[in-house]
């Protein structure tokens, strides 16, 4: 097994990703792709060339080169099973994914960071206005995804950590590193406090990371 793992400590997609190597007990070679320093490194071509899309993370294992972080998680759920990151039962596993694909595809794409840069360097989009949009998309998405998640826990889909916790967890940690009000989501809340108590979720968080602030 030779893993390498392309990521960046303040990016959310590395986040889930990283909890994910973590909870399968993988170590994997860290390579940090900082997206700000030099106009953004994941643009060099070396890395381009490896993730054509330019975005983190990227997981190399042996001859396979996988980016989109679901990607590479469904592809250690299938390549090192165990513990599972998925439940039994087509429905169970077709529910977690909807928790996840909410975020991953509803959420997250209009608040990257890219799309901030857009907002603000293209459109000169104001600090407060660009708050308000980057709020507006978490409310509108954690109000369904709420809805979605176990009501008495204590994970977001049973009684174990799945996909939906992995993703779930970094995009809470997005709406607290802006300042956004959770009281309206219990059930976020819950699951989320239930995750990071885990050494595999805490670990991986940003600040645990070695290029955090650099």
């Known amino acids: 097994m030779s893993l390498i793992h392309y ?36 643009h060099d071509p070396a890395y381009a060339a490896l993730n054509p899309m330019e975005l983190i993370p ?5 001859d396979a080169t996988i980016g989109q972080s679901l990607a590479i998680i469904e592809y250690l759920d299938e390549v090192y099973p165990e513990p599972p990151l998925l439940p039994k039962g087509a429905a169970a596993r077709a529910r977690v994914r909807q928790v996840a694909l909410s ?15 857009y907002l603000s360097k293209t459109l000169v989009v104001g600090d407060e206005a660009a708050k308000t949009w980057y709020r507006h998309w978490i409310d509108v998405g954690f109000r369904g995804v709420e809805a979605l998640l176990d009501a008495n826990g204590p994970f977001a889909c049973g009684d174990a950590p799945t996909m939906a916790d992995i993703v779930l967890v970094p995009q809470v940690a997005n709406a607290r590193r802006f300042d956004i009000p959770l009281d309206d989501y219990p059930r976020i809340v819950r699951a989320d406090a239930a995750a990071r108590a885990l ?15 650099l």
């Open 7 to 42: 990521t960046y400590a303040s990016s959310s997609a590395a986040y889930r990703t990283r909890i994910a190597l973590n909870l399968k007990g993988l170590d994997a070679e860290a390579r940090y792709v900082h997206l700000l320093k030099d106009g953004g490194q994941q």
């Open 58 to 62: 990227t997981l190399i294992d042996g």
């Open 103 to 117: 975020i991953v595809c509803d959420i997250h794409p209009v608040n990257n960071l890219r799309v901030r840069q």
């Open 199 to 213: 050494p595999a979720f805490a670990a991986a968080a940003p600040e645990k990371q070695p290029d955090f602030g």
